[in-house]
């Protein structure tokens, strides 16, 4: 459908030109298509690469640390790990704001090609210096990954798809956290490869699966909604009418109406200052923004407190030797990765608000109960390893559905610098005071210390549930301009 003719008539122009639309009606009638593939695996495989190399940086820090390889101490590994950490946050901040301003098109191609450089020099490092500064540069792409992606995915899937697909390609991290602990198996293999080579090439590997990547998203689109509040609706309209003219004739059925669609009035603003992108987040919305950094906190510490310390736990308190503690990410990462895709349909149809508090709930209750058993002694290391793969098929959909709830709840001029403000709130609390803490805890050698953490974290979890009964948005099959309005909308 064409823009009004009468709506273009009525616009004025220059900077103050005002002019009405249906582009997100359409665009959210869209029937699911190869398109929709195409745009799910051109941006959601980074993380599925994330996961990858994640891992692998984990798999080698023994490696690294051998006098004929690189000759680290643990300490050196672990500033490492904090360069990646601190590239995030800084990379999704800067990007996150460049991406609102200037295109999410434009940036998941810097994005990810700054990832790539980063990961491609990983491979080539000499030294320390070299080392954490490539890890901090792999970090600022993966941190801008997430704004730009996030972005253009929600404002490019139907409406109706939306919560399934952002929760299933935030979970696909864990499929390739299954084949970084796979192929560490294969690389790491000194009778296949140098003890200096193996690991170096899988870096060296990750980088050129994403070059694929990198010509995919040539054929990926500016998302319309991005255009018509920068002015460039002439772009909008036109690759919506090929959308439509594409998909509805490859479906072989006509496009749903667009009976009972209001029109969405906007007043072009080129440019938005500082203090008009803080503002929403800190008035209108401010109740929106306290839930975002509950689901985003709690999620990153429940994560980084398991993750980071699992194999100290069953070292420690079980007698599992180092050598094969990593197999026991495996079924972890399974979990992980199932969760989304068995629940990740219910947060379109049973809605987000119920879905979302219990699946937090549901991680919570697991931890603590988990928790208690252990502190009393009554676990083994397989029945632990049982207990925390069940909290992570609901916890992985629980940490996705934060990502998608700050991805689709704000303003789509702001959408962006949103998820990197969260994005990286939970990164700090979560990748910083989350390890340390529970490693300080381990240290103690006390059950009933390291007890008293999961209720943390658990207390976590549930007032994160809370805050979604409380605040929560029920976005299920509505529209982003229906959740949030542009802050260039008009109502007259």
């Given amino acids: 459908m064409a823009e009004s003719s009468a709506s273009a008539s009525r616009a004025n122009q220059g900077p103050t030109e005002t002019f009405e639309t249906l582009i997100p009606a359409r665009l959210d009638r869209l029937p699911w298509s190869r398109f929709h593939w195409l745009l799910v695996m051109g941006l959601g495989i980074t993380w599925v690469l994330d996961g990858l190399e994640v891992t692998l940086m984990g798999a080698i820090s023994a490696v690294l640390q051998k006098p004929d390889v690189l000759h680290f101490t643990a300490a050196q590994i672990g500033s490492i790990s904090s360069a990646y950490l601190v590239g995030a946050v800084l990379g999704a901040l800067v990007f ?20 790539l450089i980063g990961v491609a020099l990983t491979a080539l490092s000499w030294n320390l210096t070299s080392f954490a500064a490539f890890r901090f540069l792999t970090g600022a792409g993966i941190g801008g990954e997430y704004s730009a992606v996030n972005s253009a995915i929600d404002e490019l899937i139907p409406a109706r798809f939306r919560g399934r697909i952002d929760l299933m390609i935030n979970g696909s991290f864990w499929l390739g956290a299954l084949a970084g602990a796979a192929s560490t198996g294969l690389i790491l293999n000194t009778r296949i490869f140098p003890i200096d080579l193996g690991w170096r090439l899988g870096f060296g590997i990750g980088a050129i699966i994403g070059l694929v990547i990198l010509y995919l998203r040539r054929f990926i689109p500016e998302s319309p909604r991005w255009l018509i509040t920068h002015g460039r609706r002439e ?16 479906e072989g ?5 667009l009976e009972g669609a209001e029109p969405l009035r906007i007043r072009v603003r080129h440019h938005f200052g500082l203090e ?31 993750f980071f310390t699992y194999a100290l736990v069953l070292n420690r308190y079980y007698g599992v030797s180092f050598e094969v503690t990593g197999l026991y990410l495996v ?23 119920p879905m979302i508090a219990g699946t937090f709930t549901a991680s919570a209750l697991i931890l603590i109960v988990t928790g208690y058993l252990f502190q009393r002694g009554a676990l083994t290391a397989t029945s632990q390893t049982v207990l925390w793969t069940v909290m992570f098929f609901f916890a992985s959909s629980a940490a996705s559905s934060a990502y998608l709830t ?18 990286s709130v939970g990164t700090a609390v979560g990748g910083v005071v989350a390890p340390w803490f529970f490693g300080v805890l381990i240290d103690t050698g006390s059950r009933g210390a390291l007890y008293v953490g999961y209720l943390i ?6 007032v994160a549930a809370g805050a979604e009964l409380r605040f929560g948005v029920a976005a299920e099959g509505a529209g982003l301009e229906a959740i949030a309005k542009p802050l260039s909308s008009v109502t007259e």
């Fill in 406 to 423: 700050v991805s689709e709840i704000f303003p789509l001029e702001i959408r962006a610098l949103a998820i990197a403000i969260f994005f």
């Fill in 96 to 115: 996150g704001h460049l991406t609102d301003r200037h295109g999410r098109r434009t940036f998941f191609f810097i994005s990810l090609g700054t990832y």
């Fill in 276 to 306: 008009v992108i803080l503002r929403p987040l800190l008035k209108e919305y401010r109740e929106r923004s306290v839930l975002g950094l509950s689901l985003m906190t709690a999620q990153a510490f429940l994560y980084n407190a398991i």
């Fill in 253 to 257: 059925h006509r496009l749903a109406g």
């Fill in 457 to 462: 974290a658990s207390g976590l979890m549930l």
């Fill in 331 to 353: 079924p972890f990462a399974f979990s992980n990765f199932m969760g989304p895709m068995v629940l990740g349909h219910f947060f379109d149809t049973v809605g987000r608000r």
């Fill in 235 to 250: 772009e909008a309209e036109e690759l919506v009418r090929d959308f439509e003219a594409e998909l509805g004739s490859v």
